[in-house]
Structures are given as C-alpha cells and as structure tokens.
C-alpha cells in the first residue's frame, strides 16, 4: 500500500485554533478537524496549505513552518501538520467540504464531539508549549 501525502493546516487566532466539521461522506464525516487534504500530484507541502484553506474555507494563507506529522489512523496518509498566517478576515465556508467552523481552546475541543485521537494529541502540545 502507497502511503499519500496531506496537510493540515493550523490557525491561531487569541488562544484557539480553527477547527472545521467535515462535510464529506464517508470515514471522516462530522469529524471536527483542522483544515486537511491531500498533496496534489507535484505540488509542495506549502502549496497544498494554500490550497487546501482557499478551497476549504477561501481563505488566503501565508504558510508559516511545519510543526509536526503523523499518520492517519488507517494509516493511508501522512499528514504534514503546517502552522499558517491568516492573511484575509473573509471566511467562505465551501458546503461540500464543511458544515461549520468554529475558533475553539483546546481546553473546549473535546466537548466538540467527534475529533481524531492525532488531532487531540496535537492541539494538547500545542496548547501546553510542548510543540
């Protein structure tokens, strides 16, 4: 099995993180989660931040540095974890690929519902200085 490449993209904003309910059918559904998606056939890691948060939320970033990775817990993809600079105020949810968006603490993330145990681990680090 090929392992495939993909981002997630981290924004920060007084203390919380945007965190995103996946709309998609399928595994990841209503799965709250930071931006993510895959790296396009020749394209970079910074490209597919870029890409990913125009598409998802049409929002425009400034990928800042990569934080961390770790695999997905099906273990088909490696996601590159990205800190980004929001550079515009505008957020244009897209239907197909979210059903709402919050700016959450970690301290309020696991009352969210349903968030991936990579995701948690993350957002824990990041919250204590660890990261």
């Excluded at 934080?67 to 244009?92: F, G, P, S």
């Excluded at 959450?104 to 660890?130: C, N, W, Y």
């Amino acid at each position: 099995m090929v392992i495939k490449d993909a981002v997630a993209v981290v924004l920060e904003k007084n203390g919380t993180f945007l965190l995103i309910k996946r709309a998609k059918k399928g595994q990841a559904e209503d799965y709250w989660c930071p931006i993510t998606g895959a790296v396009e056939p020749g394209e970079t890691q910074a490209e597919a931040v870029m890409r990913e948060a125009r598409e998802e939320m049409g929002l425009n970033v400034r990928p800042v540095k990569k934080m961390w990775q770790c695999y997905t817990e099906d273990k088909q993809y490696l996601i590159h974890w990205w800190y980004a600079e929001q550079l515009n105020t505008v957020v244009t949810p897209n239907p197909e690929e979210v059903k709402e968006y919050r700016w959450v603490r970690f301290e309020d993330m696991q009352k969210l519902g349903k968030m991936f145990t990579a995701d948690l681990s993350f957002f824990k680090k990041s919250a204590d200085g660890s990261m």
